[in-house]
T-cell receptor, first 111, second 118 residues
Framework: QKEVEQNSGPLSVPEGAIASLNCTYSDRGSQSFFWYRQYSGKSPELIMFIYSNGDKEDGRFTAQLNKASQYVSLLIRDSQPSDSATYLCAVNDGTASKLTFGTGTRLQVTL | GAVVSQHPSWVICKSGTSVKIECRSLDFQATTMFWYRQFPKQSLMLMATSNEGSKATYEQGVEKDKFLINHASLTLSTLTVTSAHPEDSSFYIC??????????????FGPGTRLTVL
């Protein structure tokens, strides 16, 4: 069974700090990786996706992928209180476009 | 771009009635849509994959006769919860894959529909 693991948190970081969110996956054949942000009571919002090993940057967000270690992470620089949300890691094995979601990490950015 | 809408955003119904939820891709065509449900403090659970012009593919444990899915066009999929009961109360979210965009397997989510069955 394909699994995606995330620490449920809460992860608490002070405003302006770097938040580091981690995710591991079990299916070595996974092809694409996604980070979604979900505010309480709302639906997930795509932050970014990554396909290749290495780093991918988009504004304050950087996704990092290491397929050998089956590990994907999301860094949020200059964290803001508005970043406080649950961050979902999702993995696609490339065959049916279905995503396997982790349970999410709750991030709290404190003033 | 890649905006997905859902209607209604919330609904309250009596036990035994049926409820239809619409999912629309507003600025793109979606050959594939997905339906999820989410209980409080839990992650998303995929219910079914909806492909335009064909029958939906349901995940194990999801009753296809209870959760009717129709994907009649490239921009509309509907989920009907038949004979709803209080245990069906949940947050129902659809997503769509935007054909033709750079990332061909990125799912964009609708805002969700909160169903409460009394």
């Amino acid at each position: 069974q394909k699994e995606v693991e995330q620490n449920s948190g809460p992860l608490s970081v002070p405003e302006g700090a770097i938040a580091s969110l981690n995710c591991t996956y079990s299916d070595r054949g996974s092809q694409s990786f996604f980070w979604y942000r979900q505010y309480s009571g709302k639906s997930p919002e795509l932050i970014m996706f990554i396909y290749s090993n290495g780093d991918k940057e988009d504004g304050r967000f950087t996704a990092q992928l290491n397929k050998a270690s089956q590990y994907v992470s999301l860094l949020i620089r200059d964290s803001q209180p508005s970043d406080s949300a649950t961050y979902l890691c999702a993995v696609n094995d490339g065959t049916a476009s279905k995503l396997t979601f982790g349970t999410g990490t709750r991030l709290q950015v404190t003033l | 771009g890649a905006v997905v809408s859902q209607h209604p955003s919330w609904v309250i119904c009596k036990s035994g009635t049926s409820v239809k939820i619409e999912c629309r891709s507003l600025d793109f065509q979606a050959t594939t849509m997905f339906w999820y449900r989410q209980f409080p403090k839990q992650s998303l659970m995929l219910m079914a994959t909806s492909n335009e012009g064909s029958k939906a593919t349901y995940e194990q444990g999801v009753e296809k006769d209870k959760f009717l899915i129709n994907h009649a066009s490239l921009t509309l999929s509907t989920l009907t919860v038949t004979s709803a009961h209080p245990e069906d109360s949940s947050f129902y979210i659809c997503s769509a894959i935007a054909s033709g965009l750079a990332s061909t397997d990125t799912q964009y989510f609708g805002p969700g529909t909160r169903l409460t069955v009394l």
